[in-house]
């Protein structure tokens, strides 16, 4: 039987100095589930997906992916086992056209395969809406669609996990409604760890919702149990209207 968590953390901590980033985080994140990690500015949510990532290095404590410990493995490794992280892996090449730069993404596991590598390229175009724009080169594309670029390039590898840091940053009005439903339908074939400032996204688009304030996870629940939760309205300065 498949486990229902793809990956959780047991006493995750990362200390710079005198600062303690993340302290003891137990975490676990449910599979084919969207899970958004929110916080204050400093809260720890970066430095939490970099050592989930492999990116940044642990002081203490474990990090496991479909039952594996992996809190040894580099970055790359984890890539392998199916971790995609949206600044980590799918930097674009603003001079290829979108169609190669998708190409070059699925290549990563497909190369040994033309048919296969190029129906997964053909695939991702289409359902992520830039099948129009095949031809397009990269640097040309508005910011709003780079990063649904970016998106496709992650998705081209078929990741088991997904972490998007703040995909919505900088994005128009518009292109937020757009990538709300494209998230939307990516929970059905992978698992998301989101990053997100924006909590109409999180409204929209999160099953489950980790709290971090000050490195500690704070809460985690739906949305509505977040919002009605006096410690998170209090790490957002009481202001419940924010969360
Ligand atoms: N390389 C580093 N060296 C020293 N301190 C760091 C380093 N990286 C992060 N920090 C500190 O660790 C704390 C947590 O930072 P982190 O970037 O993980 O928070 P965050 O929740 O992602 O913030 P934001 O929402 O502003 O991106 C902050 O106080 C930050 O200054």
Do not use: C, W
Request: hydrophobic share 45%; aromatic share 4%; no cysteine.
């Amino acid at each position: 039987m498949v486990a229902v968590n793809i990956l959780e953390t047991k006493g995750l901590t990362k200390i710079y100095g005198g600062l303690q980033a993340n302290t003891d985080i137990d975490f676990s994140l449910r599979r084919n589930a969207i899970t958004a990690l929110i916080g204050p500015n400093g809260a720890g949510k970066s430095t939490f997906v970099g050592m989930v990532s492999g990116r940044t290095p642990p002081t203490r404590g474990s990090v496991s992916f479909e039952g594996r410990d992996i809190s040894q493995l580099p970055a790359h490794k984890r890539m392998q086992l199916g971790m995609a992280y949206t600044f980590q892996i799918t930097s674009i090449f603003p001079g290829l056209t979108v169609e190669d730069n998708v190409a070059l993404a699925a290549g990563r596991r497909l190369a040994h395969d033309k048919v296969a590598h190029a129906e997964k390229t053909a695939t991702v175009l289409d359902r992520i809406g830039l099948k129009d724009r095949a031809g397009q080169v990269a640097s040309d594309l508005s910011y709003g669609h780079q990063r649904v670029l970016e998106i496709a390039m992650g998705l081209a590898q078929d990741p088991k996990l997904f972490i998007l840091d703040e995909p919505t940053q900088g994005l128009a009005e518009g292109e937020v409604e757009a990538f709300v439903a494209l998230m939307r339908t990516m929970a059905e074939e992978t698992t998301i760890l989101l990053i997100e400032h924006n909590m109409r996204v999180v409204a929209e688009t999160a099953d489950h919702v980790a709290v971090l304030d000050q490195g500690r996870l704070l809460a985690s629940g739906s949305f509505d149990e977040i919002r009605a939760n006096a410690a998170v309205q209090s790490a957002y300065l009481g202001a419940p209207a924010d969360v």
